[in-house]
Nanobody, 125 residues
C-alpha cells in the first residue's frame, strides 16, 4: 500500500519561505516520479512542480517558476518543495502525489494515482 505523508505547511507572511516535505512508503520510491499540486478554496487542483524518478528532470508551473524548487532524496524516500518569495495567491492545500507507473512524469492531476492528505499553506499579505 503506497502512503504519502506531507508536512511543513503553516502560516507565513508574504515574501517569506516554507519547505514542504513528503515521505513515501509502500513501494520502490526511486522508480517513480513525484509531483506537488495545490488546491485553493473554490478552485480546481493545479500542478505546481514535478520531478522524475532520478531527480535529473524537473518541471514547474509558470506561476512558481524561479520561486519554488522541488528535490528528492531517494535514500530517504522523501520529496521536498522549497517555497521562497511566497505570495498570498500561493495560499492553498498542497498535496504530493505519485503516478501508478514507473518512470512516467506527468504534469496534470489525472496522471497521478496516489495522493497524500495535504498540508495547508497560508500566506498573509
Amino acid at each position: 500500500q503506497v502512503q504519502l505523508v506531507e508536512s511543513g505547511g503553516g502560516l507565513v507572511q508574504a515574501g517569506g519561505s516554507l519547505r514542504l516535505s513528503c515521505a513515501a512508503s509502500g513501494r520502490t520510491f526511486s522508480s517513480y516520479a513525484m509531483g506537488w499540486f495545490r488546491q485553493a478554496p473554490g478552485k480546481e487542483r493545479e500542478f505546481v512542480a514535478a520531478i522524475n524518478w532520478s531527480g535529473g528532470s524537473t518541471s514547474y508551473a509558470d506561476s512558481v517558476k524561479g520561486r519554488f524548487t522541488i528535490s528528492r532524496d531517494n535514500a530517504k524516500n522523501i520529496v521536498d518543495l522549497q517555497m521562497n518569495s511566497l505570495k498570498p495567491e500561493d495560499t492553498a492545500v498542497y498535496y504530493c502525489a505519485t503516478p501508478l507507473f514507473r518512470y512516467k512524469m506527468g504534469l496534470t492531476p489525472g496522471e497521478y494515482h496516489y495522493w497524500g492528505q495535504g498540508t495547508q499553506v497560508t500566506v498573509s499579505s
